[in-house]
């Protein structure tokens, strides 16, 4: 084997800003998607709205830990348990009463 074949391509700083672009690109894609599911199921009575609503609310979470990792500052991760929290308590009301 010739040496060239043995190395493994490197992700160079222009790959992580990629990654990263598209992540956040598809977790805003997943909120926008979300807030139109609600939208629908409140217009039809669907109680869905409330399980729809807490991924709203989990994703918003998400995208503030994702923040605190990069930038270290407590208000992001404070704010983010809130929305978490909020998040998780709605998601719970609809696995009781549907």
Same mark, same amino acid.
């Not at 598809?26 to 409330?50: D, H, R, S, Y």
């Given at each position: ?6 190395? @493994?391509?490197?992700? $160079? ?5 990629? $990654?990263?672009?598209? @992540? +956040? ?6 909120? *926008? ?16 709205? @409330? ?9 918003? *979470? *998400? ?5 605190? $990792? @990069? ?8 704010? +983010? ?6 998040? *998780? ?10």
């Amino acid at each position: 084997m010739n040496q060239q074949s043995k190395l @493994k391509p490197v992700k $160079d700083e222009r790959d992580e800003q990629i $990654d990263i672009r598209s @992540k +956040g690109t598809a977790l805003e894609f997943v909120i *926008a998607a979300t807030q139109v599911l609600t939208i629908m199921c409140l217009v039809k009575g669907n109680p869905a709205w @409330k399980g729809s609503f807490a991924l709203l609310f989990i994703g918003g *979470a *998400a995208s503030l830990f994702y923040k605190y $990792d @990069k930038y270290e500052e407590k208000p992001y991760m404070q704010v +983010g348990i809130v929305l978490g929290l909020i998040g *998780a308590a709605l998601l719970f009301w609809f696995g009781i009463t549907g």
